[in-house]
């Protein structure tokens, strides 16, 4: 990682994984279970190729993500989330609740609405799922 703009905890987090696209693909693994670079580049955001390449690239290099040799098209390359990365989630579900409250164009869907309910039971269980599927 490049030198730090501050000392700053919220600074430091922020150049590790702060800008929109990592997140998104954080999101992607995290929520929706895709994990190869065609699913990410078919996501509703619409990433072009270049910059979800450097993202994933940053992603590895943070120890966010790991990549991996799919064991079913060794010229596939498949994407999880490390322990580092699934310690995000608490963030991802408080920005996703957060994006609900404040924003009328973006309305709750399923999860949106049991992150509503019993946010701390959410982030119970998908953190339990992440579990089996960190590396």
Not at 16 to 21: A, C, I, L, P, T
Not at 29 to 41: D, N, T
Not at 73 to 100: C, H, R
């Amino acid at each position: 990682m490049e030198k730090a703009r501050s000392d700053c905890p919220i600074s430091c987090s922020l150049d590790v994984f702060g800008d929109k696209w990592s997140l998104l693909i954080i999101r992607d693994i995290m929520l929706r279970g895709k994990v190869s670079y065609s699913e990410f580049l078919a996501s509703e955001e619409k990433i072009a190729s270049n910059i979800l390449v450097n993202r994933l690239t940053v992603l590895e290099a943070e120890k966010i993500l790991v990549k991996e040799v799919s064991p079913a098209n060794k010229s596939k390359f498949l994407y999880s989330l490390t322990q580092k990365g699934a310690d995000l989630l608490p963030i991802v579900i408080e920005i996703m609740d957060w994006g609900a409250k404040y924003n009328e164009n973006c309305p709750r869907r399923e999860l949106g609405k049991k992150i509503k309910k019993d946010k701390a039971g959410v982030v119970k269980e998908l953190s339990q799922e992440l579990r089996k599927r960190v590396k």
